[in-house]
């Protein structure tokens, strides 16, 4: 898109469409407000920058200076950031048009967005189902076709989970290629900005352009931009791992269809496809909620209505300030993370959970390592371990909830880079099958993904 | 009562460094803003903001730590200490903990019980300061001012090396000595660039296990920490020698009636949960980088003492006052290059120098080469010295070139002996019964002739010659 016209006609449109999507709850930001910034945005865009014109929404855990960053949580209702994130101010530059602010589990925790303070997001193909989480309302507006891509953020899988529970195209970049600048942190060391796009293309170029150095976040790689891949005509020389401990006995066997006929449209493509075995995979979950529980008990401390947001509570004593803002600002998910979180960082159990966590970490990102080794490019696993789940249906279960998560996590523990991409269909609902990356290598790994795409019969039973 | 008892003191001190900006963002790092002018998302705290550290500081902080002779480590860690306090923004400090920045130093100072002692540095690390919180400003209401948030500290932990709470005092000037010279902070109490804790206890004389120690904090000033060390000292001998047994507690110091309380225990943090900071790599310091440091550390004061001793000949008590003040020190070495005898600028230095530092907030007024001047033309007869006193406050005052500025005061001796003998003449005429006896051996009477001379020449006269002349005269 070259010509203004046509970027008002998109911010337009966008909002319209997004409308029309009102019932899914997907989108946080007043649709008033929402179409004025877009059409003033589509007016001050940059017509030279690479996504002019786009319509691009963002979850509610990133910083924006329009629209208020409430992080779907009533402790941090109607606030509004002095400033954007690093991701947006380079949509921003690259003259995308931030078109809202999606609906999230609160602080990015949770597996189906129904742990919002705004109400859940409903899938859009089955109203009682939930869309995935915690990026689940970017998931939606992308599937419900309101918009081409959303931010989201990842911390054990939330892009991708959500990306296979909607049929959308939903990748993680590597653990620092993107800066978390203005992304509220959840858990600092797994938190990643990721991209949901209706087709890898979309979300690729996305990736890139958010993607690079930034001065103002230190765990950020010194790096250029990401750069994007052709489609290539074949898989040819691409070596493909396939973990056993990814398709364990129990698995649904209509995601093992799904995921057997990728694996060979892959070999089809020209692919290698070996099995390989990561073996500490098994203790990646139970890993990955106490790390990411103890930063998130750290990185929530800051919310105590002394500073910013609501106050729950008059009385002067600032100990009672705390108490309650804190014990009803959050909601329960919330609470039970922070005070898992801040167990496991207690003196006297320090050693037995985080640091022992800490050592399982590594020997889980040594397994990816060990495979990468021997040759092996890319892995291919399941995204998750079903389809949609019911609203409701896990939501007393924690540990259930946590369980939809267990083919996600690794990557983040690992820091590398994934993708889900839609591989069909499970009694008409959506599911993705997932590629890991070696770090840095996103390319090879979004080659991998157009092929893929290309190949599959995404809305076919599997 | 101190007597039957030994005090056993450890100090940990909060040091500000001397940097533009703050630790891990752009704000200004200067003391007496305007409240919260100083602040950024960064340093509120704000969500999503992210922390990146300042060169300039970890440099700093590598100085000091090689200046108190630490192993500087090439991989620290930052480290998040959790608390809740409203002038702590993002609930926890970034600190360092299991992987400090330097470890095993020592710092050695002149203890006014033991002569020179070494006081052990068990760790240097760096962090952030906290805000302020302001419980006086506002009736019942607690004001908080950011600014400070997020300064640069480095916190400087000694073992429990220290036998007196006078010898505590000696070893917190002589570090604040070293981190003056060395450019890393101005160490300023009152402003709060520098804050001790101590943690004290006490025990019988000859005991080789430490007692239950208290933390004292709250020491605002270097008047108070002896005083506030003594006075706690004193509790704890109390309480043992009345049966009773010290609580391990933090103690706050009150300096307005000179009394130590228990800090209550709600105020107390019991469990800071510290983990290495995820928003921060582990710190990497090249062996470059620490080298570089090494060459950017000036001579220090223990050293300067030493070589001042051996090269100008002082005793260590003129050296000590010499270089207790770097720029003082350089003063000197200036005026000794300048031509003067190392001896005489040491006590011009230690006496009109320093005196009329003192009294002017501009420092030292008379350049080195003007009083390297000035005392070559005291040696040359020139000046009498109580002259020379007059032409530096003069020259100090209002500049000039010592010898002019002596011949505009009229104050250069006479060494012309006929000027001389007709002073000499006129004294001896109008004391004639002194002149007596004088010759009937009362030689003293000499220095006296002498006075009166230089009184009649009005102080012009050549003291010795003037001498040379009487005995010529008053032996005819």
């Known amino acids: ?462 | 009562m101190a007597g039957a008892w030994e005090t056993v003191i450890g100090l940990e001190t909060h040091v500000q460094l001397r940097t533009v900006s703050k630790m891990f963002c752009g704000c200004s790092a200067a003391f007496g803003a305007p409240p919260n002018s100083n602040v950024c998302p960064v340093c509120l705290g704000l969500p999503g903001a992210l922390p990146v550290p300042n060169e300039q500081a970890l440099k700093l902080a590598v100085r000091a730590a090689l200046g108190l002779g630490c192993t500087v480590h090439p991989r620290s860690v930052f480290a998040r200490k959790n608390y809740f306090y409203p002038d702590l923004p993002k609930g926890y400090q970034i600190s360092q903990f299991e992987q400090p920045l330097a470890t095993a130093g020592s710092l050695s100072y002149l203890s006014p019980d033991r002569g020179v002692a070494t006081a052990t540095i068990q760790r240097l690390h760096v962090e952030e300061d906290a805000g302020k919180s302001l419980h006086d400003r506002f009736p019942k209401q607690t004001a908080i001012d950011l600014n400070r948030c997020g300064v640069p500290l480095i916190e400087v932990v000694t073992g429990p090396d220290f036998r007196s709470p006078h010898e505590a005092r000696t070893y917190l000037l002589t570090l604040k000595q070293v981190l003056e010279y060395a450019g890393i902070s101005d160490c300023d109490m009152e402003k709060g660039s520098l804050r001790v804790d101590a943690n004290v206890s006490v025990r019988r004389a000859g005991e080789t296990t430490l007692g239950t120690k208290t933390e004292v904090k709250n020491i605002n000033s270097f008047a108070y920490v002896e005083k506030a060390l003594t006075v706690e000292r004193d509790r704890q001998i109390a309480v043992l020698e009345g049966g009773g047994t010290v609580a391990q507690q933090t103690m706050l110091y009150d300096s307005k009636t000179n009394s130590v309380r228990p800090q209550r225990s709600k105020e107390e943090s019991h469990d800071y949960r510290y983990f290495p900071d995820p928003d921060l790599p582990p710190l990497v310091l090249t062996e470059e980088f620490i080298a570089e440091q090494q060459t950017l550390l000036p001579e220090l004061p223990a050293k300067k003492r030493e070589r001042f001793v051996e090269k100008y000949a002082l005793s260590v008590t003129d050296a000590a006052v010499l270089t207790a003040d770097r720029a003082v020190a350089d003063y000197y070495e200036a005026v000794v290059h300048a031509g003067a005898e190392a001896k005489t600028a040491a006590n011009w230095v230690m006496t009109e120098v320093l005196e009329d530092a003192k009294d002017h907030a501009d420092g030292l007024r008379v350049a080195p080469g003007a009083l390297a001047n000035l005392i070559g033309l005291v040696r040359g007869g020139t000046l009498s010295h109580q002259a020379a006193k007059r032409v530096f406050a003069e020259v100090a005052e209002r500049g000039g070139e010592p010898r002019n500025v002596a011949e505009a005061l009229g104050v250069v001796q006479v060494a012309d002996t006929g000027v001389l003998a007709g002073w000499v003449s006129e004294v001896l005429g109008t004391h004639t019964t002194e002149v007596t006896r004088y010759k009937q051996g009362e030689t003293r009477l000499l220095q006296f002739f002498v006075g009166q001379v230089m009184k009649a020449s009005r102080g012009k006269a050549d003291p010795k010659l003037a001498q040379r002349v009487l005995e010529e005269k008053l032996a005819s």
């Open chain 1, 1 to 462: 898109m070259i010509d203004p016209s046509e970027a008002l006609a998109s911010a337009k449109g966008a909002a319209d469409r997004i409308v029309k999507v009102k019932r899914l709850n997907a989108c946080l930001t007043p649709i008033k407000e929402l179409r004025k910034s877009l059409v003033a945005q589509a007016s001050a865009a940059h017509p030279s920058g690479v996504l002019y014109g786009m319509p691009v929404a963002v979850k509610d855990n990133i910083c924006t200076l329009e629209f208020t960053t409430s992080c779907g949580s009533r402790i941090l209702e109607g606030y509004r950031s002095p400033y954007d994130a690093t991701a947006v101010a380079k949509l921003r530059a690259a003259g995308a048009l931030i078109a809202g602010k999606t609906n999230c589990d609160e602080f990015g925790m949770g597996s189906s967005t129904e742990h919002s303070a705004y109400g859940r997001s409903l899938h859009p193909f089955d109203k009682t189902r939930v869309p995935g989480g915690s990026s689940g309302g970017s998931a939606v507006l992308v599937a419900a076709g309101a918009l081409p891509a959303a931010l989201g953020s990842e911390t054990g899988g939330s892009v991708r989970q959500p990306a296979s529970l909607c049929g959308v195209v939903g990748i993680k970049p590597t653990y620092g290629r993107v800066s978390r600048y203005g992304l509220v942190a959840f858990g600092s060391s797994l938190d990643q900005i990721g991209v949901l796009g209706r087709s890898v293309h979309d979300a690729a170029r996305v990736l890139s352009v958010i993607s690079g150095r930034d001065p103002k976040d230190s765990t950020c790689e010194e790096r250029d931009s990401l750069r994007l891949p052709t489609v290539p005509e074949s898989l040819q020389g691409f070596v493909i791992g396939v973990p056993k401990e990814y398709f364990p006995q129990d698995l649904d066997p209509a995601v093992r269809r799904a995921c057997d006929r990728a694996i060979r449209l892959l070999r089809e493509l020209g692919a290698a496809v070996r099995e390989v075995s990561l073996p500490h995979t098994a203790y990646a979950v139970a890993t990955y909620y106490i790390i990411a529980p103890a930063e998130a008990s750290s990185n929530l401390a800051r919310y105590d209505g002394a500073r910013y947001g609501p106050r729950f509570d008059g009385s002067e004593d600032v100990r009672a300030l705390y108490r309650t803002t804190r014990g009803e600002g959050f909601g329960p998910e919330v609470r039970r993370r922070v005070l898992v979180g801040t167990y496991v960082l207690s003196s006297g159990y320090y050693d037995a959970y985080y640091r022992k966590a800490q050592q399982m970490r590594a020997l889980i990102a040594q397994d990816f390592r060990n495979a990468f080794d021997r040759g092996v490019d890319l892995l291919f696993t399941p995204t998750t371990p079903t389809p949609a789940f019911k609203a409701g249906e896990k939501l007393n279960d924690p540990v259930a909830m946590y369980l939809s998560d267990i083919f996600t996590v690794t990557a983040n523990l690992a820091g590398l880079p994934a993708i889900s991409v839609p591989i069909g269909r499970i009694r008409g609902l959506p599911i993705g099958g997932q590629l890991i990356g070696q770090a840095f290598l996103e390319d090879e790994m979004l080659e991998a993904a157009y092929a893929l795409e290309r190949a599959v019969p995404a809305g076919e039973e599997a």
